[in-house]
């Protein structure tokens, strides 16, 4: 099992420039969500989706919008590229039931915003 | 909602000796306690977890003891590695949640 794959890995944008993170889970899982990590802090959630069809604000969501494809696919989308989100962007998932809360997390992208 | 403290944020430790971090929640709904661990450039990474039914859970070297009187749960760490140095994130859920809520983080270093 590949288990959360994001993609890509890095990128660089201009300021004012958009872009789709993409992320993919292959275990079934229920739930899924992105994080953003600046260096040296803590993870922020932006957005999650807590099942297929529903997605809700995080504590950071300004700037950002998502989209569950389905229930292995999660987007992030990025309309208008700001040097303030410059950071680490993690996707994780989860079944969220009540054996198992447990979050799976990708590798992450690096976006720089120039 | 659920709030999650962690502390210290730094944590200076010489090889071989223990390591504790405590964090501490306020929604005692909460039931599930899981601990990552994130190696530099690299992803969190589940290491362990209890839930609220449990006292303590043990694998290895790394424990995790729970008080839901007081609300606050621990993760020990005994005869620490130099390649135990990373960041810990603590997090909590209650059963009726949709999303885990972290603690800030704690820097450990373990000094050869």
């Known amino acids: 099992n590949a288990g959360v794959t994001q993609t890509p890995k890095f990128q660089v944008l201009k300021t004012g420039q958009s872009m789709t993170l993409q992320c993919a889970q292959d275990?079934?899982?229920?739930?899924m969500y992105w994080y953003r990590q600046d260096p040296g802090m803590g993870l922020r959630l932006i957005y999650y989706?807590?099942?297929?069809?529903?997605?809700d604000k995080g504590e950071v969501p300004n700037g950002y919008n998502v989209s569950r494809l389905n229930k292995r696919e999660f987007s992030l989308r990025l309309e208008s590229a700001a040097p303030s989100q410059t950071s680490v962007y993690f996707c994780?998932?989860?079944?969220?039931?009540?054996?198992?809360?447990?979050?799976?997390f990708g590798s992450g992208t690096r976006l720089t915003v120039v | 909602g659920e709030n999650v403290e962690q502390h210290p944020s730094t944590l200076s430790v010489q090889e071989g000796d223990s390591a504790v971090i405590k964090c501490t929640y306020s929604?005692?709904?909460?039931?599930?306690f899981p601990w990552y661990k994130q190696e530099l450039g690299k992803r969190p990474q589940l290491i362990i977890d209890?839930?609220?039914?449990?006292g303590e859970k043990k694998d290895q070297r790394i424990a995790v003891t729970l008080n839901k009187t007081a609300k606050h749960f621990s993760l020990h760490i005994t005869e620490t590695q130099p390649e135990d140095s990373a960041v810990y994130f603590c997090?909590?859920?209650?059963?009726?949640?949709?999303?885990?809520?972290f603690g800030e983080g704690t820097q450990l270093t373990v000094n050869p």
């Open positions: 994780a998932s989860s079944p969220r039931t009540e054996a198992n809360y447990g979050y799976t």
């Open positions: 209890i839930r609220s039914n449990v």
């Open positions: 275990m079934n899982h229920n739930s």
């Open positions: 989706s807590a099942s297929e069809g529903t997605t």
């Open positions: 997090a909590a859920i209650p059963s009726s949640g949709s999303r885990l809520t």
């Open positions: 929604d005692s709904a909460s039931n599930y």
